[in-house]
């Protein structure tokens, strides 16, 4: 059993919140909300840590033991919606959806923009310090590579399974060879591109 982080009692009986997807030029962002199981307790979980500070195989490893401890909620915001409505609201819907799934819970949300929604405490790098944050933070990233893995079968042109949606050199170099498709975000401007002209003509 791992050591418990120094706010993971604090936090015990909270749902932790974090988010995947939201830099990237391509593919959905994703939401989380995970609740330590009623029969579970916060040292179940405290094996877990930021997503980002591990490889996609552990990744991928921890997030079958992380969704045998807690219950969650996964929100997925396409990208037309975060075209149409902007991230701000993009962020402000998915939070929304997730308090209403845990309705009566108290809420821990990484980072320090609550995207206008009340009623979350809000922690920078709380996927590193608070083991239900970075549980959630697991299952989003899993999550979106799971969504990303399948694009990429049918756009295999993008790389999407190893970049995951962001602006790498290869994907860039793929949309100037092959454009754009249904899941760009338009309103996220690569500057590479923007420079060009490249928004101008290609839609």
Not at 7 to 20: P, R, S, T, W
Not at 60 to 85: A, C, G, S
Not at 191 to 201: A, H, I, M, S, T
């Amino acid at each position: 059993m791992s050591k418990l982080k120094e706010l993971d009692k604090f936090y015990e009986n909270y749902v932790g919140i974090d988010e995947a997807g939201l830099g990237n030029v391509a593919g959905s962002l994703i939401f989380v909300g995970a609740k330590i199981k009623s029969d579970k307790s916060i040292e179940d979980i405290s094996f877990a840590n930021d997503s980002k500070s591990m490889s996609k195989k552990k990744r991928e490893k921890l997030y079958d033991e992380v969704i045998k401890v807690v219950d969650y909620h996964v929100v997925e915001i396409f990208p037309k919606y975060i075209d149409e409505h902007g991230k701000e609201e993009a962020c402000r819907t998915a939070l929304e959806m997730i308090k209403n799934f845990f309705k009566g819970s108290k809420f821990i949300y990484d980072g320090n923009n609550a995207h206008g929604v009340q009623g979350l405490e809000m922690l920078v790098k709380a996927d590193a310090k608070v083991s239900i944050v970075a549980a959630a933070s697991i299952i989003a990233k899993v999550e979106k590579d799971k969504r990303m893995k399948e694009w990429d079968e049918k756009y295999p042109e993008y790389d999407w399974k190893n970049n995951a949606g962001y602006a790498t050199k290869k994907h860039i170099e793929a949309i100037r060879k092959h454009g754009f498709n249904e899941q760009h975000r338009m309103t996220f401007k690569i500057k590479e591109l923007e420079k060009d002209g490249f928004y101008e003509w290609d839609i």
